[in-house]
């Protein structure tokens, strides 16, 4: 664990800058808007080791996939957002020496990321030969005018005089670190001297997806008034430079504007004239302005999401910075997008879709979001559906299958053992249908686009087990379950489980649909007879003596063995070899517990109990996956120490870099799990059967803690401290609660004490 950034409620802020932790520095402080995000790079440049990147939402290139023993159905790409064209270059040279951390003397460091806003500030003191120039830098994305990102900078000369070059750059010609032997993805369209603009394209490909192009444009002003340069340009690039020189007490203000725009939106021809407008209506504000009008709609949001944390301000932290930074990711304004593992922050996953998003996603933005937020989520797979066909039938199998990683619904991940073995996925996303459908009570999605998705996956799964006549069971062979450090098992019980639920549920809501569903999915008796045999006869791993359900086949003939035991080779998958991960007892993240999770109404606590006890010692928490399940389980399983503990690490996980891998970017889609850890683990909320139910605790050293949830149309806001919860019903019709078995009716406008 390492922690570079100070302890503060509402700010990621540190008064140190070491070399060494650049790239962490980065990951942390990166911003977005939902469009378009970057990493905490220095506008002046920075020599030293430093991953650049900036990203653009939607736009996505797909890589030839390379491998040395090619298999049948095996992807053909592999999809990744390419680092889009940098915009926020301001390259600074004062009295001949060039401004530049990894080099030049300078003090009294400071950046900080103000979460209320997704706010980002840096400053220093350079400090040359007879000069001292302090330094302050802001910029952040424009929630309210996606297209704009708005950069201040603001010299002040402290002693002597400074003659200071500024030269804005647009940079078309970046390259991801990942790329395949270095080829570049960009290709240059034009540049424009006079409008200030550069636009390109990505390279063409042989798999049909669409060529993106990006156009961007800059201008810089100071005191309101567009200032005068001296504008060159090159392929795929444009500088503006320009000088000033101040004494010493005098200061200089500089705001560089930029307006990006994509043809995911825009037509190429159409992208001059339209950024053209953008920036004038941008201009029409001065950077303060629109900051305020910015930060107006992150008010809005923190109302109904802020979760209060009395008594520790690292837990405070980290809650917040996790909201931030999956608001600054997704926010649901554009329904052909989803969450991208690392979001903005990093290129590690590429950018693409995986099953976190329904798993992780969806359970916290349904209580802090608008329903159709959530239901956009679920859209985006329905309109998905002709690739999960394509990757089925790629597999030699009917139905639907959803892919582990995409951009368009086409399976675009390069390990065989992922792409073809985890299939859990192909229940996980459905599940969501489920989740939204009872917290909301909006059946009319499941009744209808719904059923397109539940019956695809259902004709999958029917014929991917196979029935065993030795067992006289059906079972399914060669899968990856959520533990990731097991492949190709038989039988793994979280992905029969949900297999096997995926049936259940269809056959469920089948005639609950809607005319016209039905007579769209056509499923005959004779399907349904075949689903409801699975159902009844699906092989469960299990082990009697120990009460415990098997992650899979054989798992007892391993070396059993507590995680304590070998503390000082973690994290494993940086110590070990893969082979030697593979045949360890060890877990990477919740297997058995995540379908425990998924399915809780349908165990015991006793179940629970001993699966718990048998399974969490055994876990490594190598995803960030991981610690949130099981904090929520040892919520409910009155293990609050556990509980605590883990939700600690989920919450802090990048903060203080537990698993040594945020220099790659943010763990994004596993930030909702510190909010499900406080409202399902800590709060003990579950909603069934129409009833909305709290069972809570508060950790021993917080004071208290509260926060708010949407629930069927009403706010209802929870507050909790060592001797009571209060419950008040912000807006909305009448509702009634449990609160620890108590019934409890909430009014508008009213307090309930339990």
């Known amino acids: 664990m390492k922690r570079i950034f100070e302890i503060d409620p509402w700010r990621v802020v540190t008064h140190k800058f070491n070399p060494e932790d650049k790239r962490l520095q980065e990951s942390m402080t990166a911003i977005g808007n939902d469009y378009m995000g970057l990493r905490g790079n220095f506008e002046e440049g920075y020599s030293g080791d430093s991953l650049q990147g900036t990203y653009l939402a939607g736009v996505w290139f797909p890589d030839k996939t390379r491998v040395g023993w090619w298999k049948n159905g095996y992807p053909k790409y592999f999809g990744k957002t390419p680092n889009a064209p940098s915009f926020i270059g301001i390259d600074i040279t004062i009295n001949g020496e060039k401004l530049d951390l990894a080099k030049v003397n300078f003090s009294d460091f400071a950046l900080a990321l103000d979460m209320h806003q997704g706010l980002l500030s840096r400053s220093f003191i350079y400090e040359g030969k007879d000069v001292k120039v302090k330094f302050e830098f802001r910029r952040f994305l424009h929630i309210v005018q996606k297209e704009a990102a708005l950069i201040a900078v603001k010299a002040t ?17 970046v390259v991801n670190e990942d790329s395949n032997y270095d080829e570049r993805f960009w290709l240059p369209l034009g540049e424009d001297k006079a409008a200030k603009t ?17 156009l961007l444009k800059e201008s810089l002003r100071h005191d309101g008034n567009e200032v005068a340069t001296e504008v060159t340009t090159e392929s795929a690039k444009l500088s503006e430079k320009f000088s000033i020189e101040l004494n010493e007490g005098e200061s200089y203000d500089l705001e560089k504007d930029v307006i990006v725009v994509t043809s995911r939106d825009v037509k190429d021809k159409d992208q001059a004239a339209v950024a053209d407008d953008l920036m004038k209506k941008l201009q029409s504000k001065s950077f303060d302005e629109n900051l305020a009008d910015h930060e107006a709609v992150w008010k809005k949001r923190w109302d109904k999401s802020d979760v209060e944390i009395a008594g520790d301000d690292a837990a405070q932290q980290g809650i917040r910075f996790n909201i931030c930074q999956l608001f600054m990711t997704y926010y649901g304004e554009d329904e052909r997008l989803n969450v991208g593992p690392k979001g903005f922050t990093g290129e590690k996953y590429g950018g693409a879709t995986y099953w976190d998003t329904e798993a992780y996603i969806v359970p916290m933005y349904l209580c ?23 990757n089925a039938k790629e597999q030699g199998l009917p139905g639907a299958l959803f892919p582990m990683v995409t951009f368009n619904g086409i399976e675009c991940h390069n390990e065989w053992e992922i792409t073809f073995e985890e299939i859990h996925r192909n229940a996980d996303i459905p599940h969501a249908i489920a989740m939204y459908t009872d917290y909301t009570g909006d059946d009319s999605y499941v009744k209808n686009e719904g059923m397109d998705v539940l019956v695809g996956t259902a004709r999958f799964w029917a014929a991917r087990v196979h029935w065993s006549k030795w067992r006289n069971k059906y079972v399914m062979h060669g899968v990856t379950g959520p533990n990731e450090y097991e492949n190709n098992v038989n039988n793994n019980w979280f992905t029969n489980t949900m297999a096997r639920w995926l049936l259940q549920y269809t056959l469920k809501r089948l005639p609950l649909a809607t005319k016209e569903a039905q007579e769209r999915v056509h499923v005959t008796e004779e399907e349904k007879a075949k689903w409801q045999d ?6 469960l791993p299990a082990d009697k003596e120990r009460g415990i359900f098997l992650q899979q086949d054989d798992f007892l003939d391993k070396d059993i063995r507590p995680v304590s035991e070998i503390e000082d080779q973690r994290p494993i998958n940086q110590h070990w070899s893969w082979d030697k991960i593979l045949r360890s007892p060890f877990i990477k993240q919740a297997d058995v517990l995540q379908g425990i999770y998924f399915l809780n109404d349908q165990y015991t606590k006793e179940e629970k109990e001993k699966n718990f006890d ?24 009155g293990k609050q120490k556990k509980a605590v503990e883990l939700y600690e690490r989920t919450a802090r996980l990048d903060l203080d870099n537990y698993n040594n891998d945020t220099v790659d970017g943010l763990h994004i889609t596993s930030m909702s799990g510190s909010w499900l850890a406080i409202v399902q683990g800590f709060a003990g909320m579950r909603y069934d059967h129409d009833q909305l139910k709290f069972n809570p605790f508060v950790p021993d050293k917080w004071d208290h803690y509260g926060f708010k949830i949407n629930y069927r149309g009403r706010l209802i806001e929870i507050y909790v401290d060592h001797k009571e919860t209060k419950l008040t019903l912000l807006k909305g019709d009448d509702l009634d609660v449990l609160v620890k078995g108590k019934k409890l009716t909430l009014k508008e406008g009213e307090t309930q004490n339990a």
């Open 198 to 214: 550069i636009q390109v394209k990505t390279k063409e490909n042989p798999y049909d997806v669409p060529q993106f192009t990006v």
């Open 534 to 539: 699975i159902v009844d006869k699906i092989y």
């Open 157 to 173: 000369v402290l002693a002597g005089h400074a003659k200071i070059d500024f030269d804005s750059t647009l940079d078309g010609t």
């Open 368 to 390: 802090v979001t608008d329903p159709s937020v959530t239901r956009a989520l679920l859209q985006y797979r329905h309109d998905q559906l002709p690739g999960a066909y394509h």
């Open 614 to 637: 048998f399974y969490e010692p055994l876990t490594v928490h190598e995803s960030s996956l991981s610690p949130c399940i099981h904090s929520i389980l040892a919520a409910e399983l």
